[in-house]
């Protein structure tokens, strides 16, 4: 079976499209698409999640499986092939119950358990009646619940400053909104593929979607706030600060932005 490059060279080649052609529908740099083809993986910026992005893109344009770009990826990069369903467990029999033989009552054994308990009921009466036994006083409920109630809520204090909440993994990819506090300029990558390159302004809030990863790149970090499946970011850096961001479904990635010119 041909190598992945090569699976997708041939198809770019039946459909009659350049390099070029491809790089203005995919808005994916030519010389990425060549290292695709080539196999030259390391080429790629962005690491391992953005030639994920790149491959989808790429073989959705060509009328390709992308999940099947995934999978010749793994089995040509790391080996790894597709385990196949473990097949359905047989039905366990069910154990027919046994039996269970009651024995007989004893009336003897029962009679003599009343007794035992008439007699204990009567020596209990007679110690309270003429021994003037009484029960010890209980002992006042604010000498234990003060200090517990006390302890309680120094332990809740205590922790709740430590908690963070953890990432909002999603399912269906990663979702970042965009809230900017002042304008500045943006560059949005979702999939490998620019979504978005301009200005925002306050009062802004819009949204993209990615399945593997999505980049924000901007002139001032602190202008940019960064909401990821709903769960605020905070600003990207400090005030007049170059900076990108990414993340992917499971959380922050490091990676490097696209650099610019052809």
Same mark, same amino acid.
């Given at each position: 079976? *041909?190598?992945?490059?090569?699976?997708?060279?041939?198809?770019?080649?039946?459909?009659?499209?350049?390099? /070029?052609?491809?790089?203005?529908?995919?808005? #994916?740099?030519?010389?990425?698409?060549?290292?695709? *083809? /080539?196999?030259?993986?390391?080429?790629?910026?962005?690491?391992?999640?953005?030639?994920?992005?790149?491959?989808?893109?790429?073989?959705?344009?060509?009328?390709?499986?992308?999940? /099947?770009?995934? #999978?010749?990826?793994?089995?040509?990069?790391?080996?790894?092939?597709? *385990?196949?369903?473990?097949?359905?467990? =047989?039905?366990?029999? &069910?154990?027919?119950?046994?039996? #269970?033989?009651?024995?007989?009552?004893?009336?003897?054994?029962?009679?003599?358990?009343?007794?035992?308990?008439?007699?204990?009921?009567?020596? =209990?009466? $007679?110690?309270?009646?003429?021994?003037?036994? =009484?029960?010890?006083?209980?002992?006042?409920?604010?000498?234990?619940?003060?200090?517990?109630?006390?302890?309680?809520?120094?332990?809740?204090? =205590?922790?709740?400053?430590?908690?963070?909440?953890?990432?909002?993994?999603?399912?269906?990819? @990663?979702?970042?909104?965009?809230?900017?506090?002042?304008?500045? $300029?943006?560059?949005?990558?979702?999939?490998?593929?620019?979504?978005? /390159?301009?200005?925002?302004?306050?009062?802004? &809030?819009?949204? $993209?979607?990615?399945?593997?990863?999505? @980049?924000?790149?901007?002139?001032?970090?602190?202008?940019?706030?960064?909401?990821?499946?709903?769960?605020?970011?905070?600003?990207?850096?400090? !005030?007049?600060?170059?900076?990108? !961001?990414?993340?992917?479904?499971?959380?922050?990635?490091? @990676?490097? &932005?696209?650099?610019?010119?052809?």
């Amino acid at each position: 079976m *041909e190598t992945l490059g090569k699976w997708l060279q041939i198809a770019r080649e039946a459909r009659g499209l350049s390099l /070029e052609q491809a790089e203005q529908v995919t808005r #994916i740099r030519r010389r990425y698409l060549k290292a695709l *083809e /080539e196999g030259n993986y390391e080429a790629l910026p962005g690491g391992e999640a953005q030639t994920r992005g790149f491959l989808r893109r790429y073989a959705a344009l060509l009328g390709l499986s992308p999940d /099947e770009a995934i #999978i010749r990826y793994d089995e040509e990069v790391h080996g790894r092939r597709p *385990e196949p369903p473990a097949p359905p467990a =047989a039905p366990t029999p &069910a154990t027919p119950a046994m039996p #269970i033989n009651r024995p007989h009552s004893n009336w003897l054994q029962v009679v003599a358990v009343i007794g035992l308990v008439i007699l204990l009921l009567l020596g =209990a009466w $007679w110690l309270l009646s003429y021994a003037g036994w =009484a029960p010890p006083p209980a002992s006042p409920p604010e000498a234990t619940t003060a200090p517990l109630m006390t302890l309680s809520r120094a332990a809740v204090g =205590a922790t709740a400053g430590q908690a963070t909440p953890a990432f909002p993994v999603s399912s269906s990819g @990663v979702t970042l909104t965009l809230e900017p506090t002042e304008h500045v $300029w943006v560059r949005v990558t979702a999939d490998g593929a620019v979504v978005f /390159e301009g200005l925002l302004a306050p009062g802004e &809030a819009p949204s $993209w979607t990615a399945q593997e990863l999505v @980049v924000v790149e901007t002139g001032n970090g602190a202008g940019l706030v960064a909401v990821v499946n709903g769960q605020s970011q905070g600003p990207l850096g400090e !005030r007049g600060q170059v900076c990108a !961001r990414a993340w992917a479904p499971t959380g922050a990635v490091d @990676v490097v &932005a696209p650099p610019g010119g052809g």
